[in-house]
């Protein structure tokens, strides 16, 4: 370009970091020009990013091989609030990164899109220089890196982007967006005003809990409106299946209730005696078999529902007690428990899994482990948890049929609460899982909402923890077969099951059975995935800790 010509696009021009824009002139095409020196060296920043490689594999060797042969740019822009920020130049690695571009799959770019047209609807019309497109394109390749390519499926397109926003939320939170290739440098410095913070995480957080119901209201190729023909076509094609789909929705919103209703109750317990504890628990109960005598209709139906989770709750509580006074269970706390097991397919039955494990009795533990797996369809089975907002892939067509056939009482053998402990129960927790009670450090505090009580108990999904302790259980009874099938499903729920809401505390669990099997580089790969899915109140942060001090003293 002339100096003339350069001159005059300067003028006219807008400067998007190293890029003048010139955008909306009649006749004329927009246009991004870049002022660049080409360097022919891979940046000795850059280089320890080919020695990296996440839970992915993404990128492949071979496309780092081809990355590192590119070269690089040293364009003119500065970092964002530095005194010489206009005297400072940066090295753009523009080529690479096209490489990876061109190595995406179509499921991967339509994530990239959606969010692309998500940032133009809902956050550049009111906060128009803070979130750029090329920020969101280091976060899908973060997430790319580290994912299982497995995820990203057409049909798990929603998750993936609910991932991609999920990521990008933290990285706003925390005002940091490390570039994909050379990691110290921050893309978020200085965009985020401290003024518009609350409000782009708050549309955020909207988009990401709307379960996909935002897309809707997109214009960007009127995708908002196509998207709504499609839905229309659909529950017209599928409108002998009504009946399925409603007793479905219904029968997972009792459950999702019962779930809520216990955990209310719980918090008031959750710093309680022993005694104080029973004594609440007891109460309840008793109160609850009353109005089951004096009610009918859903009433009753409501009472049959709800006092059996506090039975066992109640036997758990119990059961901790005479562990910390005799180091056995009492009849009575079996008895308690007992009168609760058939809440739903597993947690109950978990919960006396853990009790015998924790007393040392694993013959007992093996049966009601291998009976609760026995009983846990992964076709129909759906797992239930109210702990938080997570944005949920669709329901199983087999829970939906079964739905149909049966009253409420279907919630016995097609829902999978997740297991939870309280403070009051820890002698019949795993030492393992007791670390969750302690996920929080001062700095984290600050950082949990109104409704993350759940965060000073021992919470894990019911699949994750079936496979944990069956791996614990065989693994002292040495049936070495059975004991790598366990762990074998461990890992492939944690990495295939897409409605876990405990996910990081299911990879805290396996990364202490990486480290009983001697797989300590595997152990903190997976803590460093839960730190992924849950930066700050994460137990797996004490586990880092503790597995490299104790690589340090062996050393």
Same mark, same amino acid.
């Given at each position: +370009? ?39 060296? =891979? ?8 020695? =990296? ?26 970092? %964002? ?9 940066? &090295? ?24 692309? +047209? ?10 128009? @220089?803070?979130?750029?497109?090329? +920020?969101? %394109? ?58 518009? %913070? ?19 209201? !997109? ?24 009946? @399925?789909? &409603? ?10 209730? !019962? ?24 109460? @309840?109960?008793?109160?609850?078999? &009353? ?37 056995? &269970? ?5 008895? =308690? ?61 087999? /829970? ?51 409704? @993350? ?34 762990? /074998? ?67």
């Amino acid at each position: +370009m002339t100096e003339i010509a350069a001159a005059s696009f300067y003028g006219r021009g807008l400067r998007h970091g190293p890029a003048y824009a010139e955008q909306g002139q009649p006749g004329f095409n927009d246009i991004d020009i870049v002022f660049a020196f080409p360097c022919t060296s =891979w940046p000795l920043q850059a280089r320890q990013w080919l020695d =990296w490689q996440g839970v992915g594999q993404w990128p492949s060797d071979l496309m780092k091989r081809y990355c590192s042969s590119t070269g690089c740019f040293a364009v003119g822009v500065g970092s %964002k609030g530095s005194e010489n920020e206009e005297l400072e130049w940066r &090295i753009s690695t523009s080529l690479a990164e096209r490489c990876l571009m061109f190595n995406l799959d179509i499921t991967q770019i339509r994530c990239y899109v959606l969010m692309k +047209m998500i940032l133009k609807t809902f956050i550049k019309p009111y906060f128009e @220089d803070t979130i750029s497109s090329f +920020m969101c %394109k280091t976060v899908l390749f973060h997430c790319i890196a580290n994912t299982c390519l497995n995820i990203w499926r057409e049909k798990h397109l929603l998750v993936c982007l609910s991932l991609c926003l999920s990521v990008l939320y933290k990285s706003i939170l925390n005002e940091n967006c490390p570039h994909f290739i050379i990691s110290g440098n921050n893309l978020m410095r200085g965009h985020i005003p401290h003024e518009s %913070k609350p409000y782009i995480l708050e549309i955020l957080n909207y988009i990401i809990n709307s379960e996909g119901r935002a897309l809707l209201g !997109i214009e960007c190729d009127s995708l908002g409106a196509r998207l709504q023909l499609k839905l229309s076509n659909l529950l017209f094609g599928f409108e002998f299946k009504t009946n @399925d789909i &409603i007793s479905g929705h219904l029968l997972q919103l009792t459950a999702h209730f !019962i779930h809520f209703k216990i955990q209310e109750c719980l918090i008031e317990i959750t710093n309680s005696s022993y005694e104080e504890a029973i004594q609440t628990l007891l109460k @309840d109960i008793f109160k609850l078999a &009353i109005i089951y005598d004096q009610s009918l209709g859903l009433d009753k139906t409501a009472c049959s529902l709800l006092a059996p989770q506090f039975c066992t709750t109640l036997g758990s509580v119990l059961g901790s007690y005479n562990i910390q006074l005799f180091n056995a &269970i009492s009849a009575k706390a079996f008895t =308690w428990i007992s009168m609760g097991l058939n809440t739903d397919v597993s947690s109950s039955k978990l919960k006396l899994a853990s009790m015998l494990y924790c007393i040392g009795d694993t013959q007992r533990t093996e049966i009601v482990l291998r009976d609760t797996e026995a009983n846990y369809d992964l076709n129909i089975v759906e797992p239930i948890c109210r702990c938080y907002s997570f944005i949920k892939q669709a329901t199983r067509r087999g /829970f939906f049929a079964i739905s149909n056939n049966h009253n409420v009482e279907a919630i016995q053998y097609t829902t999978a609460f997740c297991v939870t402990f309280l403070p009051c129960e820890i002698n019949c927790v795993p030492h393992e899982l007791r670390y969750e009670m302690f996920r929080s450090t001062q700095e984290d505090l600050p950082f949990r909402g109104i409704l @993350d009580f759940w965060m000073d108990w021992a919470v894990v999904d019911s699949l994750p923890y079936l496979y944990f302790l069956q791996y614990k259980t065989y693994s002292n009874i040495q049936r070495h077969q059975e004991k790598q099938r366990a762990l /074998f499903n461990l890992v492939k729920t944690i990495d295939q099951e897409p409605n876990l809401a405990h996910r990081e505390t299911a990879l805290n669990l396996l990364g202490q059975c990486m480290e009983q099997e001697d797989r300590a580089r595997d152990a903190l790969h997976c803590y460093l995935l839960s730190l992924n899915l849950r930066e700050r109140n994460n137990a797996a942060k004490l586990h880092i800790c503790r597995l490299l001090s104790t690589l340090v003293n062996d050393y």
